[in-house]
């Protein structure tokens, strides 16, 4: 899969949840891990962060919002249920991300909506844990980025096979 993507989370509060959203983060691949104004030692999600995510992934920390620095290029997408954000499943996921959460109690706050280039929100009747709507985001971004056989309009498996992958010409840069 090409680009990158980082996940991260603002004003979090409950140590399991993010070590559940950064264990996950390492299972999907992610390139860095990030937090903003944590209400909780991040020292304290190996509880739940199994794979020690923290010694294989960079982990950024900043006091606040207006301090938060992404790499050039980089497209911030909130996560939040609100009604003007677009749906999950009819967003194509910007080649360089990195995604934010809110807190388990709360929303995005205005700083950060106001700096997100995008803001999805997972259709479900009500909110949903911080890790299980990070894993499905990710899920959705390995599922429509990744190179996978196509569904089957039937149900089951894929009927075709995934086709070889074709190199390009080769590029030269002056």
């Given at each position: ?53 923290v ?52 929303s ?36 429509t980025?990744?190179?996978f ?12 096979e ?13």
């Amino acid at each position: 899969m090409r680009g990158y993507f980082g996940i991260g989370v603002e004003n979090i509060s409950k140590p399991m949840n993010v070590g559940n959203l950064f264990r996950s983060a390492h299972a999907f691949g992610a390139d860095f891990i990030f937090a903003i104004a944590p209400a909780v030692d991040l020292r304290e999600i190996q509880k739940a962060d199994t794979s020690r995510t923290v010694k294989h992934l960079p982990l950024y920390e900043f006091p606040e919002a207006s301090k938060l620095v992404l790499p050039r290029d980089c497209q911030l997408v909130g996560v939040e249920l609100m009604d003007e954000a677009v749906d999950l499943p009819s967003f194509n996921h910007p080649e360089r991300a990195a995604y934010i959460l809110g807190p388990e109690k709360g929303s995005l706050s205005p700083e950060v909506n106001s700096r997100c280039n995008y803001v999805v929100k997972i259709p479900t009747k009500f909110c949903v844990n911080v890790g299980i709507a990070g894993a499905i985001l990710m899920y959705d971004r390995l599922i429509t980025r990744g190179r996978f056989a196509p569904r089957p309009e039937a149900v089951g498996g894929p009927v075709e096979e995934l086709a070889p992958h074709v190199h390009g010409d080769r590029i030269v840069r002056h």
